[in-house]
């Protein structure tokens, strides 16, 4: 049941593929070369300058806790000690008091990123070559999800060090077909080396109303008055701190904080998003230089930079509408107050571990993991389902949701034009090999190892070198094997060098990108570039070729002035694609969702469900998309019972099927459109054999029908239902979990059925066939 569509790109925002989700994949057995040999030949040089920066002793303390500290989707320049005129003032003190850097570079991508950061080599190689939601089979072996265990997390390693080690927050490395209540967990974080986790599994959380996970289980969102996600995980962190230092204060631990903010959607209370009243009326062209001169005056981009030109698909802000301009603000106050409000809790973590006397003696390292998004496109979104499926939303509807912007009604994004302000000076987004999808902002601080308070670093960094940096700064060798597995060496490149010499010449050499098809290389003060079109042969890609030392946004494209140049380069990226496992090269990306590999969980034709039962990703529920399937409920019911069957979804999309008023009733909810399938009678007292069919009459469509007792009892025609992904909420039976799919019973709660459930079967049918639209 390998399912491989081809989807209608015309919509997709320019050509530009964006957004950031998840892939899944195992097994990769590649064995890249060594390249971190030149991290060893620093390694006496690095330690010396720590040590000659630390104590009196020469020796590094006994104890250096470690903490990374992650953004999502948030930009290079959106931080105020990046140029933002965005209020950060407790990263804005982290940079005071550390080292910024200004040539640190990531995948384009979450969980590439992620995994690179947590092994310190490159993603392919370890296996996660796309996001984790994401299951291309197995001839790409190289993107189906998952970490590989010949590359052992940092947790691993530390823990083996005598390290306790937390995450919190976003972890998005495990297949998410794996993300069930059963596991299997061996990729969930406590199978990755780390002692506790609190946090959601999945590419992204609505923060008023997480599915979260407790180490190896669903818990509950806590009941609490204006509780808020990311306030919810530094409150975990500073507990799991507090447990550790009070009960074994001689062991050091390893925080790994993964806020799902700045990734959509963008959720926060009302006064951060008032805080910026007026600040974004000029509009993006005019903040997008005003942050440009702010970052030459910083020092934080060469004084020589010129400003990208405007993105493909992006207005003059003196072009738009009244209400484009009035909606689009909007949506740029609630990013910005979205991050104020992240700033403060990364605040609240800082101050306790200061106020504990921790600070001093702990690597804090903060990125974020890609550049900005422009999944919102030319609008923007209040629907996040809508925009991952690639349905342009109204500007009508737009407006209507101003007020509820950053609530638990509207999952707010910004348009394109706001994500290439994030990205100054750079042009283009996530999901690209330019410079906007890669190049993003790092913060190292370390009293005990780092002297240089606020100094810039321009040294080459890639992130696959931040955990080979705490291995050597920490004098941790890698172990050859991890349980029982034999290990990869490091890609990553120590840059300890840096913490004493700013002046130092950059030991990375060389680093390949590559996402969605799309493809780079650096080298040397060199990169090469190029942009995939979705459907062409690679090879007839068009490589753009660019002296980044001497032109830091990628504006000077010099491959007809030097083809000998562009040459070299391109063989480069082709030698170290082979080294790291990147062949062969795939295109997909969202429409990868509808893939279900043959070997994946996913890839049966009956699903069994029982009452009681815990509730169930998106991802690991049945892929309905473009199918015919049944869903059969066999119940007691007695006049006046009430209450849902199965949900999956939200007020944002999904399914429901359930009993109101004695009448048994469906509901599609496809974000643009409800349907609605009511029994046209009462139902009897009894024992009942509940049925909801739905029969494909063609792409996307179909008749969708209620039957009792094998009696046909309503109908609804669906036109049009969601091509890609359902919802972004899971599944439960007997009841509707955090947001309710239908507005009839959103003021009843979890609306749980009142009689009783034998099961709940879904059986697909194969009839999704190849077609275009």
């Not at 806020?259 to 959720?267: D, N």
């Not at 480069?572 to 043959?598: H, I, M, R, T, Y």
Request: hydrophobic share 35%; aromatic share 12%.
């Amino acid at each position: 049941m390998n399912q491989k569509l081809k989807w209608n790109d015309t919509i997709i925002f320019k050509g530009i593929a964006i957004c950031s989700i998840l892939t899944m994949l195992a097994g990769c057995s590649y064995r890249p070369e060594a390249s971190g040999t030149r991290a060893l030949e620093e390694s006496v040089k690095a330690k010396s300058i720590i040590r000659e920066n630390q104590s009196e002793s020469g020796e590094p303390p006994s104890k250096t806790n470690i903490a990374y500290i992650v953004l999502d989707d948030s930009g290079f320049a959106d931080l105020g000690s990046y140029g933002s005129e965005i209020k950060t003032p407790h990263l804005d003190k982290l940079a005071e008091n550390g080292l910024r850097y200004n040539n640190f570079h990531v995948t384009p991508l979450c969980s590439p990123t992620r995994a690179s950061l947590l092994t310190g080599r490159n993603h392919h190689a370890v296996g996660m070559g796309s996001v984790a939601n994401f299951d291309y089979g197995p001839e790409f072996p190289n993107k189906r999800g998952s970490i590989i265990p010949a590359a052992a997390t940092v947790a691993e390693v530390l823990s083996e060090s005598g390290y306790n080690t937390y995450a919190l927050g976003k972890w998005h490395l495990a297949p998410t077909s794996q993300v069930t209540p059963a596991g299997p967990y061996h990729n969930w974080p406590l199978g990755k080396g780390f002692n506790r986790f609190y946090g959601f599994l999945e590419d992204s959380a609505d923060q008023y109303r997480p599915e979260l996970t407790e180490d190896n289980h669903p818990v509950p969102v806590p009941d609490k008055d204006n509780y808020h996600f990311s306030e919810d995980i530094v409150d975990k962190s500073i507990q799991y701190a507090l447990d550790n230092i009070t009960a074994s204060p001689d062991t050091p631990f390893f925080m790994y904080m993964a806020f799902g903010a700045q990734h959509q959607p963008h959720q926060v209370p009302e006064k951060y998003i008032d805080m910026y009243d007026g600040v974004y009326d000029e509009g993006w062209d005019v903040i997008r230089e005003q942050r440009f001169e702010k970052q030459k005056e910083l020092g934080i981009i060469p004084e020589n930079t010129e400003l990208a030109p405007t993105n493909p698909g992006v207005e003059k802000w003196d072009d738009l509408s009244d209400d484009h301009k009035k909606a689009f603000i909007r949506m740029k106050q609630t990013y910005a107050g979205f991050l104020t409000h992240t700033d403060e809790q990364i605040g609240r973590f800082i101050d306790f571990l200061e106020e504990k006397g921790e600070l001093d003696n702990t690597i804090i390292v903060f990125l974020s993991d890609n550049g900005a998004s422009a999944i919102g496109g030319e609008l923007g979104s209040v629907n996040q389902a809508l925009a991952y499926n690639f349905i342009p939303e109204k500007i009508e509807d737009i407006v209507g949701n101003i007020e509820v912007m950053g609530g638990e009604r509207a999952g707010t994004d910004y348009p394109a034009g706001w994500g290439q302000v994030s990205n100054t000076p750079f042009k283009f987004y996530k999901n690209s090999t330019y410079a906007g999808g890669t190049h993003t902002p790092m913060i190292v601080h370390w009293p005990e190892g780092i002297k240089d308070q606020g100094g810039i670093r321009t040294q080459y960094v890639h992130v696959s070198d931040v955990t080979a940096t705490i291995y050597d700064a920490l004098g941790i060798d890698v172990p050859k094997k991890v349980k029982g597995i034999e290990q990869l060496p490091l890609n990553g490149t120590s840059f300890t060098y840096t913490f004493g010499d700013g002046g130092a010449k950059s030991v990375k050499k060389t680093q390949y990108f590559e996402v969605s098809g799309h493809r780079a290389i650096y080298h040397d003060g060199w990169r090469a570039v190029t942009m995939h079109k979705k459907g062409e042969p690679f090879e007839k890609d068009v490589w753009e070729l660019y002296q980044v030392e001497k032109d830091f946004s990628e504006i000077h494209d010099l491959a007809k002035k030097e083809p000998k140049k562009l040459l070299e380069m391109k063989d480069l990226w082709q030698k170290e694609a082979e080294k790291n496992g990147v062949l062969p090269l795939s295109d997909l990306f969202l429409e990868a969702f509808a893939n279900v590999a043959d070997d994946s969980p996913r890839a049966r034709r009956t699903f069994t469900y029982y009452p009681g039962m815990s509730h169930l990703s998106e991802s690991a529920s049945p892929p309905i998309i473009n199918h015919s399937y049944k869903i059969d409920v066999p119940i007691t019911y007695h006049n006046g019972d009430e209450g849902v069957l199965i949900a999956l979804g939200n007020h944002k999309s999904g399914y429901t099927l359930y009993i109101k008023d004695n009448r048994l009733i469906y509901e599609y909810n496809a974000g643009f459109a409800r349907y609605k399938a009511i029994s046209e009678k009462d139902l009897n007292e009894g024992e009942l054999a509940i049925r909801f069919e739905f029969d494909k009459t063609g792409d996307y469509a179909g008749i969708g029908s209620l039957y009792v007792n094998d009696k046909k009892v309503g109908e609804v025609e669906m036109e049009a239902t969601l091509p890609y992904k359902t919802s972004f909420e899971g599944m439960d039976i007997g009841k509707d979990l955090l947001y309710p799919v239908s507005p009839a019973y959103e003021d009843q709660g979890e609306f749980a059925y009142t009689g009783t459930i034998e099961k709940v079967v879904l059986e697909l049918e194969n009839n999704v066939e190849a077609t275009e639209k």
